[in-house]
Each structure stands twice: as structure tokens, then as C-alpha cells.
């Protein structure tokens, strides 16, 4: 069977593929036909399989060929929405058709993308919002609610997900009460996981995936029964997905919410028992009190261990505790009272034993307990060190091939160990698969002489001064990122008075916004960090250069960095080169990606770190990278530019 369902394959990529009927000049290229070959291999021996697919390689279709012809019912988890979307509207029923093949498709997100109708019902009515803004926008919602046969806030395409109001009226799996829910029936959520269930391909995202794995694991929740395989698209991201989803978090909000809806039913279910609005906002103060504890600075993070011992933090968290334990009391008196009250008594005590856990001295070496404040709000956290022995413990519920691909999850030459270890795919094959671009001809490396030190003072300063000629060169269309908002902003300073290029700033709109007016410009200069580094895709003379600021090394006084950096050493490892360095060259290889999208695309990339050249390591980003020429001469930039001119 091996052989003739490879060669089935093989014949879709023939000078008479039947992808050229349906996609109008379709060219096969040898990396996607390799790529296709072998996820056939590793369907037909149940086995795994790591691919890194360089740009404009076609993995997509190059995974889709082989499990469609496979007519197994599988799982495709992607790391973004956009991704999820363009599967399931435009990939999976184009090569569908191509392939004459028939199968039933679903797509699933997390639940805050579809609209619940308790929460909108209960906002409507009550009428409790922090700003006009939220309920002028609430009748938008209240309106499309009324004709949406999806209720998938994406939907509702002039109200953008950042809008205050989705985190009101959207499903959150603290408040659901499930099938006892009046509105149950028509819950877009159950519809959609009933749609899900029932498909023979499912395109979910990995945040959807890694909590469905963690729910079977405690004895419920199942996306798709008897999958017959599962591939992850944009796998680079799975390991921090996993490392959220394998710990426990405890929020503030989750407090408040539930204090709010303790009060809330008392009004409804139970105004004979005073003490639970008495109580709901006792435990809203005790939450508030506990954030003051770690003072007055708006955002930090650290490890528990270092307040452990602080006087404040202990005190407020004694009276916080003191609080839940009254509210688990009290509540198992009320829940009778109605599924509302119920719910509330369900969540008090798992927040209250999240709490437990998550302030409670962990002799466990491999865990981490940390913490993070936000102005109003605060984060507990417990994240495992170590995902392999969870992740290959989840995959044992499957038994079916798996395949893992991105186009950045080898750091340098064939080198899939940084991955493959953290996942514990020890079993695994691999294959590293090049761009099919010309980077020679399409793209020039530029690494500017002189540069100081990145510990220097005046570093951001010299650089942004050193990139201004570079971007007079490119006319703007540009990309200049950033590992650090403290970088990004003093350059911002710089710049806005020595470029005649529109400077559009991170932060100042919402991301999609930033990036719809960068392409309507044609010109602009862009400043970002991390978050524009992957999952952009702009094509065309639009984004013309990539400048990126320094490598990027997470900073090591991150509490997880750290306790990280920590654990492999205790082992006796080298957590430089087995964690820092790979987690780095990953980075920079997918900031590089923002440049060349396609085969007609040009453009700079340019490295102001002067590491790369002075530090050993360096070679070792070098080779991670496609080969292009490189100089150190800004003239050789004018140049590269004048043909566009």
C-alpha cells in the first residue's frame, strides 16, 4: 500500500495535475512534492514527522494532497485565526475539488469566538458597562445577533475583536452552565462542536487543541473521535502553547467575574440571603487588596518565591483565602437556588484550590510558580519546565501519524533537536525542505560596520541614526523591529522628525489596522516588536526592508527564562547553546520571513547587531539563514534599489 498511495501522490504533481484545472498556471516545485511524498510515507507507517518548509515552498497544499487521499478523518491545528481560515475557505475545498474528492469539513475556535446568548441577554438587560463606546457598541452586537447563523464574532466584520464588548457577550468556560443552560439549544457553540464532531477534517488551532487534550485527559472532550491523523501547521509555536496549557493560572478578573455574578444572582435566585452580596463584594475587595500587595508598579513579573516572604503579600493573601473559603460556604447553602448559583459554587472552589496550588510552597523542580500584575489585575501561574513526558502522554491518546511543520523549526543546517526534545519526539523523522526563492537575486543582507555594543547606552540612538539613509534609500517600506518597547519608542522619538516617510507605530491602533494602512500606504516605515515578527504576510514593494534591531535573545531575568536557564543546568546542560541560542535563531528566522513572500518579491534585510559578526554564535544565525549575498556597505543598498526606482 506504501508504494501505490505514494505514487498516487506523486501523480497529482505530473505535467497533467489536476491542481492546473482548478488553480489557473499551478507549477509543482520539487520541495512540495518531497514534502508530500514523505507525509504519505508517514501516514501509510503511522509514524511522525517534523518538516521545516522553507517560504513559498506550498506546505500547505503539500499536506493537504496526501491526507485528503488518505481519506483518513484528521485534525489540522494552526498557531493563528488567519491561517485557520484561509484552510478551511479556500485551501481545503480547492484541492478537494481538484482531487474529486468528497469529505465533510468543519472549523472549530475557542470558545471567545462565538457569541453567547445568556451573556448578551443579561448585558441588554442590565446595562452594566464601563463606557458609552461599550454599548453603543452591544446594539451592534444586539442587531447581528439576529441574523448570524454562526454567531462567530469574525462575522461581524466592522466591529473589530479588539472592541470592548465581545469580552461581555462572548462564551467564557467559567460562567457556561453547559446543557443546562436555557439557551442550550441554540448555543452556537454546542452547534459548532456538533458540526466538529461529525467532520471528517477539522481545522482547530493549537490553543483549541492543547485544551481539548488536557480535558480528555481528566475524562471528557473529544474534537474529533477516531482521528486517523493529526498535523500541525506554524509548530514552532507549540511548545509555549503546550507549557501554558500542561500549567494552571489563576486571574483577577476570574475573581471579579465570579464576585459579580454571585452578586448578581443574589438580586435574581436569592434576595433572602443578604450575606452573598455581602460577600461577592468582599471578595471583589479582597482581590483588589491583593494586587496592591505587589505594589504600585503597573506591569512585573517575577517568581513566587521571591515575595514569598513579603509581610503585605502574605496578609492579603490570607484574607483572600479567608474570603473564598466564606464564598464556598455560603454557596454550598445557595446552589440549589438555581444553575446560576450552582456554577458560582463550582467556580468558587476550583479558584479557591487554584489559589492553594498556586501559592503554596511546589517541591517540584521542573515547576515554575510565577506571577504577573497588570494596573488593575494580576496573573498566579504554574508552567512546567519540561513538556516532553505531557505532550508525548497526550499523544498516546491518539494512536495515528503525526506531522509537525513549519517554516522555521530547525535552527541551523538539519538541526531539529531544539524542537524535537522540548516535544519529546525522540521517535520522530525529520526533513528540512529550502525555499524554492532565489535570495541570491531576490534579497541583500546588510550588516552596517561599527555598531557598539547592544549593553551600550547610545545603542538604539546610533543605529536608528545609522537607518536613516537606509530608509531614504528604500522610500520607507519598511519593517524596523524591535526586541524591547523601551527601543521602540526612543527610535520612534528619532525618527518622526528625520524621515518624510508615514511612521505607523505599534500600540497607537489595533494591529490589523496598522498593518491595512502600511499596505494602503505603500511608503510607511512600520515600528514593531515581537508580535510583528511572525504571522504578517505583506506582499509586493509595499514592504521593501526588514531592519531588526538586535538578536533576539529573551531577556534572562524573565521568571520562567530564568528558572528555565536554571533546570538545564542543574542537569548539566549548556542552557546557552541547548535553549537561549535556538530559541533565538528561530526568532530571527521568522523576522526575516516578513521580506521575501513570494517569487516576485525584493527587498534588505538588515542586522544592526554587531554579535553577528564578533561572537562565535554568530556563524550559527548566519547559517540558519537562506544564502544571500551580504555586505557592510550602505551603498551597495542604493544600489540594490535604484532598478526599482
Not at 464574532?153 to 443552560?181: F, I, K, Q
Amino acid at each position: 500500500m506504501n508504494d501505490a498511495f505514494v505514487r498516487q501522490v506523486q501523480q497529482v504533481f505530473s505535467a497533467q495535475s489536476p491542481l492546473s484545472k482548478v488553480i489557473p498556471g499551478f507549477q509543482s516545485r520539487i520541495e512540495q512534492q518531497q514534502m508530500a511524498e514523505q507525509i504519505a510515507l508517514a501516514i501509510s507507517n503511522q509514524e511522525q514527522i517534523i518538516i521545516e518548509a522553507g517560504t513559498g515552498t506550498g506546505k500547505t497544499f503539500a499536506y493537504l494532497i496526501p491526507l485528503l487521499l488518505s481519506h483518513r478523518k484528521a485534525i489540522i491545528s494552526t498557531g493563528t485565526k488567519n491561517l485557520q481560515e484561509q484552510l478551511f475557505l479556500r485551501d481545503l475545498p480547492l484541492v478537494a475539488k481538484a482531487l474529486s474528492t468528497t469529505c465533510k469539513i468543519a472549523l472549530l475556535k475557542g470558545r471567545a469566538n462565538y457569541l453567547c446568548w445568556r451573556r448578551l441577554n443579561r448585558c441588554q438587560q442590565e446595562g452594566l458597562f464601563l463606557s458609552k463606546e461599550t454599548a453603543q457598541e452591544l446594539t451592534l452586537v444586539a442587531a447581528w445577533s439576529k441574523t448570524t447563523k454562526t454567531g462567530e464574532t469574525s462575522d461581524l466584520s466592522h466591529l473589530p475583536e479588539e472592541a470592548s464588548v465581545w469580552s461581555h457577550v462572548t462564551s467564557n468556560s467559567d460562567a457556561c452552565l453547559g446543557a443546562n443552560c436555557d439557551h442550550y439549544d441554540r448555543c452556537f457553540l454546542a452547534k459548532a462542536r456538533q458540526k466538529a464532531q461529525a467532520a471528517d477534517i477539522l481545522v482547530v488551532n493549537h490553543h483549541l487543541l492543547m485544551a481539548d487534550l488536557v480535558l480528555k485527559d481528566q475524562g471528557f472532550g473529544e474534537l474529533l473521535p477516531n482521528v486517523g491523523a493529526v498535523i500541525f501547521d506554524e509548530a514552532h509555536q507549540l511548545p509555549e502553547t503546550a507549557a501554558n496549557f500542561f500549567g494552571e493560572t489563576l486571574s483577577a478578573k476570574q475573581i471579579t467575574e465570579l464576585a459579580r455574578d454571585i452578586k448578581r444572582e443574589y438580586m435574581v435566585s436569592a434576595r433572602d440571603m443578604k450575606s452573598l452580596s455581602t460577600l461577592a463584594d468582599s471578595l471583589e475587595k479582597s482581590a483588589l487588596d491583593f494586587r496592591l500587595a505587589f505594589g504600585t508598579e503597573q506591569t512585573l513579573r517575577g517568581t513566587w518565591e521571591d515575595i514569598r516572604s513579603s509581610e503585605k503579600i502574605q496578609k492579603a493573601l490570607a484574607q483572600l483565602s479567608f474570603t473564598f473559603n466564606q464564598a464556598r460556604s455560603w454557596l454550598e447553602i445557595a446552589r440549589t437556588r438555581s444553575a446560576e448559583l450552582e456554577n458560582c459554587h463550582r467556580r468558587a472552589n476550583t479558584l479557591a484550590d487554584k489559589l492553594k496550588t498556586l501559592t503554596e510552597k511546589n517541591e517540584a523542580q521542573d515547576v515554575i510558580q510565577w506571577f504577573e500584575t497588570f494596573k488593575r489585575h494580576f496573573t498566579l501561574n504554574a508552567t512546567p519546565l519540561n513538556i516532553a513526558q505531557h505532550f508525548m502522554k497526550y499523544m498516546s491518546h491518539y494512536n495515528c501519524p503525526w506531522v509537525f511543520t513549519s517554516a522555521t523549526i530547525a535552527t541551523h543546517q538539519n538541526d531539529f533537536q531544539y524542537f524535537s526534545k522540548q516535544m519529546g519526539l525522540t521517535a520522530a523523522k525529520s526533513l528540512k525542505l529550502a525555499s524554492p526563492f532565489n535570495f541570491q537575486k531576490q534579497a541583500l543582507l546588510y550588516l552596517p560596520k561599527n555598531m557598539p555594543d547592544p549593553t551600550a547606552r547610545e545603542y538604539t540612538r546610533i543605529i536608528t541614526e545609522t537607518m536613516i539613509p537606509i530608509l531614504q534609500y528604500s522610500r520607507g517600506r519598511a519593517f524596523f523591529l524591535f526586541t524591547s518597547f523601551r527601543a521602540l519608542y526612543e527610535a520612534e522619538q528619532i525618527l518622526k522628525s528625520a524621515i518624510q516617510y508615514p511612521l505607523l507605530v505599534q500600540g497607537e491602533q489595533p494591529k490589523t489596522k496598522l498593518l491595512e494602512q502600511f499596505r494602503a500606504l505603500g511608503n510607511a516605515v512600520l515600528l514593531g516588536t515581537s508580535s510583528f515578527w511572525e504571522g504578517v504576510d505583506i506582499r509586493g514593494e509595499a514592504l521593501s526592508c526588514v531592519i531588526i534591531d538586535k538578536l533576539p535573545f529573551a531577556s534572562p531575568g524573565d521568571p520562567i527564562m530564568k528558572a528555565r536557564l536554571n533546570h538545564i543546568r542543574q542537569r548539566g546542560g549548556e542552557p546557552f547553546y541547548e535553549y537561549q541560542l535556538p530559541q533565538a535563531v528561530i526568532s530571527l528566522k521568522q523576522g526575516l520571513g516578513r521580506l521575501i513572500r513570494d517569487q516576485n518579491d525584493t527587498g534588505v534585510l538588515v542586522i544592526c547587531d554587531p554579535r553577528l559578526q564578533t561572537r562565535s554564535y554568530g556563524k550559527v544565525f548566519l547559517s540558519s539563514l537562506p544564502k544571500m549575498r551580504c555586505t557592510q556597505y550602505p551603498e551597495d543598498i542604493k544600489k540594490f534599489f535604484t532598478p526599482i526606482s
